[in-house]
């Protein structure tokens, strides 16, 4: 008779039904398995499913450390996805801000124009812009924080073994490449806008 003893991840879960091995092919068919598992020391564990391996051709050879490098590959697959989609949203969060810059520019010609001629400079009207869209950027990368915040703490009301955290150098980091971003896409559309003439706001009223 044989016994699965069910206390290692490799080995499958017992179903309950304890027979020998030709009963088991008797019920099973053509489709009955055989699974043994062994323990082995960490330090020889490669080089023993190395040895099965070439010993027997027609086995699969599992390892825990098999298990490990699976999980461990695609919890890395899933970290680059999540990596990539927060890639795509902060660019489509830089050019949505530099969209709103730029129509922003349009209607606020006239009051360009009107700062130029009482003496501001295209440094000075260009830092003014900068500023207003920083602050925005940074107003909208702590409402984003806040929310991931939120989320977490939900999570880890309802499924207690999520354990999810917001690291506080990460969210810091976070904010201020927001307030980057905003800053970037603000300067780049209102650049050309900022160095406008007082004459050419004129000639167009």
Not at 45 to 50: F, I, K, N, P, S
Not at 149 to 157: C, E, Q, T
């Amino acid at each position: 008779l044989y016994a699965v003893q069910a206390t290692s991840p490799v080995a499958p879960r017992a179903s309950g039904l304890l027979t020998d091995a030709s009963m088991a092919e008797r019920i099973g068919g053509s489709a009955a398995q055989t699974v043994i598992g062994a323990a082995v020391g960490a330090d020889v564990l490669d080089e023993a499913a190395r040895a099965l391996d070439r010993a027997v051709l027609e086995a699969l050879v599992l390892s825990r450390a098999d298990f490990n490098r699976s999980i461990l590959g695609a919890l890395e697959n899933l970290f680059a996805f999540v990596a990539g989609v927060a890639g795509l949203a902060f660019v489509a969060g830089g050019v949505l801000i530099a969209n709103a810059a730029g129509l922003s520019m349009v209607e606020r010609r006239r009051e360009i124009g009107v700062l130029k001629a009482i003496g501001y400079s295209s440094a000075r009207v260009l830092g003014c812009i900068s500023l207003e869209f920083a602050a925005l950027g940074f107003v909208a990368g702590v409402l984003g924080i806040a929310g991931v915040a939120a989320s977490f703490a939900v999570l880890n009301r309802f499924q207690p073994d999520a354990r999810l955290a917001l690291d506080g150098v990460q969210a810091v980091w976070m904010v201020a490449l927001a307030t980057a971003i905003a800053l970037a896409s603000a300067v780049a559309a209102s650049w050309q806008p900022a160095r406008i003439r007082p004459l050419e706001v004129l000639r167009g009223e």
